[in-house]
């Protein structure tokens, strides 16, 4: 016996907004508002995150922020996130991921993964022109995909003025029956610079988990300067004036840019990296600085030769660089409700700064004017190790993770003009742990703890006694 039913029509909606023990979902297809918008209008609606129409992008607890797309690693969106999200239509946006996890150092971070709907393929772009009170910043950004191979290259000039200021001084020295009274006034004229810079992104997809990409990246700043006068006046208790004086000093940078190339290998397990990963990359940083400073009295009035002794015109040259040297391991996987990391950061370190600065005294009448000199060189080295482990279990509403990261350093530094060399070692072991328990679909409660760890400056350590400088 049988019987003939009508048709049964059974829909469902998923909600905007879904909390887990391990991330919080921003379904973007579910979100009609988004019809004809870009994927940075769908942005701007993600948990924990406060992002500006600018490009500005900061998280709510302040995390430094991590970006995947798809469970991999994209370094086009590290530098360039307002821009890559404009040139892609929301449609094509499946949901936005946002976890608070620990990173190599156990430090939390918030980690941002884009899911999309399938491969993203074909050409997009993006020019764009902005101008606030302090900046204009010109520029284009290009991405195209075929088949296996990616490639992204943007490039912006920003052209950047600080706003002037001025900043007025008064002392009043009541011992003091001469200089009884300074009054000073400072304007600058604000740092300018003309910035521009290159970043390029090659990827090439061995299969559709496996993922090799080179990226680079050069930030060229052209003329930096800033100009500052100050003027300053002194009276004895009578209110007669004992000395007055101005004073203009300039900046410039001869040179300041930086340099950034690295190189990643990525294997996911299973699609968006839902069972794990393995990555190895590295990645090397280099910035070279050369500055010259010039300080000189244009205007020098005074009662005494003695108040004016101890003034000079000043010229400094300054150089110095950064040389940093990243390898980055890191193996995850996660079985059922089991998840175990472990993970590297292997880094060498060279840096050095040299200072030559000559003060022309040449003010005081009843002395023969001399030029003194003072030359500084500095070197320092580091290799550093950071080794994380780590361990989680997620299950329906609850997450525990916990680890620790072993850190070892080695450092290294040397002041040939002084003839003075120093090396001291570091060995810590921080742990961390945390509990999130979701009571809900909407509402999550978060526990977390860590050590914390602070490495004095190796300049404190050196226990080296500079004899030429007084106490």
Known sequence: MSKWLNEAIVSGKRPLYTTRSDAMIYNVSSDSSLIGKNSYEAFRNAPLLNVERNGTVRSVGGWPIEYLVNGAQDQSLSGNVHDVLETLDSKYLKRIEVRIIRNMSGQETLQVNFVTKGRLLGYRGLGSSTLSDASWRNGAYLFTKHRKFGFSFSYYNTWMWSHDNKQKLEEWRYANQDLYYTGRETKESGYKVD???????????????????????????????????????????????????????????????????????????????????????????????????????????????????????????????EKWH??????????????????????????????????????????????????????????????????????????????????????????????????????????????????????????????????????????????????
């Open 195 to 321: 910035l521009n810079n290159l970043e390029m992104n090659l990827s090439y997809e061995i299969t559709p988990l496996k993922l090799l990409s080179v990226f680079a990246s050069a930030m060229l700043k052209s003329n930096p300067h800033s100009k500052s006068t100050t003027d300053s006046h002194a009276e004895n208790a009578a209110a007669v004036q004992t000395y007055r004086y101005k004073y203009e000093q300039d900046y410039k940078a001869d040179r300041d840019a930086e340099y950034n190339v690295s190189l990643d290998y990525e294997q996911l397990f299973g699609e968006n990296a839902e069972r794990g990963k393995f990555f190895i990359g590295y990645d090397f940083y280099y910035r070279p600085v050369k500055t010259h400073t010039f300080g000189a009295f244009s205007s020098l009035e005074y009662v005494k030769p003695s108040y004016v002794k101890d003034f000079f015109n000043n010229q400094e040259r300054t150089s110095r660089y």
């Open 326 to 471: 990243t390898l980055n391991v890191l193996y995850r996987r996660k079985f059922h409700s089991h998840q175990f990391l472990v993970g590297e950061v292997l880094r060498y370190r060279d840096e050095g700064n040299g200072v030559s600065q000559d003060q022309s005294y040449n003010f005081d009448p009843n002395t023969v004017p001399y030029t003194k000199t003072d030359r500084s060189e500095y070197k320092y080295w580091q290799l550093s190790n950071e080794l994380n482990a780590g361990y989680g279990y997620t299950k329906d509403k609850i997450s525990l993770n916990a680890g620790t990261t072993y850190v070892f350093m080695r450092n290294f530094s040397k002041q040939p003009l002084l003839k003075n060399s120093f090396s001291a070692n570091h060995q810590l072991i921080t742990p961390h742990a945390d509990v999130t328990y979701a009571l809900n679909g909407k509402t999550s409660f978060r526990l977390s703890y860590a050590m914390g760890r602070q490495v004095p400056d190796i300049k404190a350590l050196n226990p080296y006694v500079y004899t030429n400088v007084p106490g």
